[in-house]
């Protein structure tokens, strides 16, 4: 989810990529090992660009936000977001939670128009027990909400007064409120604290998507901007383990950002939700959570991948790079150094066809292939400018797969073995352009 995130941030940007990047999240692929550096190369970041972990509770969410938005001086950076919620099956926090990522690229107006721009924050903090999991467990735990709801009130009202005094603005003149956080009854205390008007505070979103946790501020802030007037102001509260407030004031050039994304076909937040799929079943959902143990396909397990064989392959593995021979054009998937067409060697340039669009050529449906999600579906798939390549496809229904198919290519897990996660990128049924994600840019005042 966090690939696909930065993804969309950063298709519409023009100028230099972010120079760092910051990932957080509460439930990490690895402990002991960069998370963010899988998303810096699947995002075609430039080596040169830092990679960082902010990773543990959904605070550390704010943390990174922060941080990138303070190296943004003169330069881009960018934070990821993203948070997988679930509870004890069949329970509250089950059904009130959801999984998202959210991506903030942060810079000034140098290179294009920016959506917004900070202009005031606050931050409280205090030690006590609200929701806490300790390592190796995969459920949280909570205390009493009416202890949270007592706790957080006043560090709501103390963040919230520093924000408005750094900005120098009054709670009337709050035109958007977001608030977020896990404990409900902390974040419906902080509504009535804070002082704003009713009709200000946004939409959360939480019947359609659920909490998604540490994604969800920068979620609802997406949404704000699809529909906010120019010099609008907008507070975003998180309740986390104390309170953070940032003040955003809408960039006057908003509306020519949205038309230009509309008129390229790119769809709002509010669109993405209502295009969201409804058809997971309760089994496969808690067998993707490994809540359910199934019966395996009876074949070989995966394989765990070779570090050195990963790291050599790394482009093509991590960003789909391709190799196209300056010679005769012919372009190969993987790349390779010696062309199968004219045998012209090291007259290759490197080509991403992440973001290339194809269409299946042929196709198999295979329900023995070892998978959490059965049948799979093997395709080949021709791009569009030449290339063609073997790989699985997802979010498809087996029965409508055609050849002829337009597809576009996903960051995905294929497997976990001995403790290493198998990235790689699958083919899924395409649904138009790559919609990026609102890119909330702002300059530190």
């Known amino acids: 989810m966090g690939v696909e995130a930065a993804r969309r941030a950063l298709a519409p940007l023009v100028g230099p990529g972010p120079q760092d990047l910051f990932f957080s999240t509460p439930d990490p692929a690895y402990l002991d090992k960069s998370n963010a550096a899988a998303i810096h190369d699947a995002v075609d970041l430039d080596p040169a660009a830092g990679s960082y972990d902010a990773i543990g509770s959904v605070r550390a969410a704010v943390g990174a936000w922060r941080a990138a938005e303070a190296l943004a001086v003169g330069r881009r950076t960018m934070v990821v977001q993203s948070d997988l919620r679930t509870g004890p099956a069949g329970g509250p926090e089950e059904r009130d939670s959801g ?23 606050g931050t409280a903090s205090t030690e006590f027990l609200d929701r806490w999991r300790t390592p190796g467990e995969d459920q949280s735990r909570t205390w009493e909400d009416r202890f949270g709801q007592e706790v957080y009130g006043p560090l709501v009202e103390a963040a919230f007064a520093d924000a408005l005094k750094a900005a120098g603005v009054l709670p009337e003149a709050i035109d958007h409120l977001v608030l977020a956080g896990l404990n409900p009854r902390a974040v419906a205390g902080a509504r009535a604290v804070v002082g704003v008007r009713p009709e200000a505070v ?39 383990d104390g309170a953070d407030v940032t003040l955003l004031q809408v960039s006057p050039s908003i509306d020519g950002m949205r038309a230009a994304r509309t008129e390229a076909g790119l769809r709002s937040v509010a669109e993405l939700v209502e295009s969201g799929r ?12 490994g809540r359910l143990q199934r019966e395996p396909a009876r074949r070989p397990d995966p394989e765990r991948p070779g570090a050195p064989a990963t790291w050599r392959s790394g482009p093509w593995k991590s960003g789909f790079v391709a190799s196209r021979c300056e010679e005769c054009g012919f372009r190969h998937l993987p790349p390779t150094r010696v062309c199968l067409k004219c045998h012209a060697v090291d007259r290759m340039r490197p080509e991403r066809l992440a973001d290339v669009e194809g269409r299946v050529a042929t196709f198999t449906i295979d329900h023995l292939a070892h998978s959490m999600s059965p049948p799979v579906v093997g395709a080949v798939v021709d791009f569009e400018g030449g290339g063609r390549y073997r790989c699985e496809m997802t979010d498809v229904d087996p029965n409508t797969v055609a050849i002829g198919t337009p597809v ?8 976990t073995a ?18 990026p994600a609102v890119t909330s840019e702002g300059a530190t005042p």
Not at 202 to 211: C, E, I, Y
């Open 99 to 121: 999984d998202g990522a959210v991506a903030l690229v942060f810079g000034d107006d140098s290179h294009e128009p920016v959506a917004a721009t900070t202009i005031g924050r």
């Open 202 to 240: 946004a939409d959360d979103r939480l019947v359609s998507t659920g909490n998604l946790g540490a994604a969800h501020a920068g979620f609802v802030l997406a949404d704000v901007l699809d529909r906010a007037r120019p010099e609008a102001v907008i507070a975003v509260v998180v309740v986390a």
């Open 278 to 289: 409804d058809d997971l079943p309760y089994t496969r959902f808690l067998t993707w959570r």
């Open 408 to 415: 576009e290519m996903v960051f995905r897990r294929l497997s």
């Open 418 to 435: 001995q403790g290493v996660h198998n990235y790689f990128w699958k083919a899924r049924p395409a649904s138009g352009p790559v919609e």
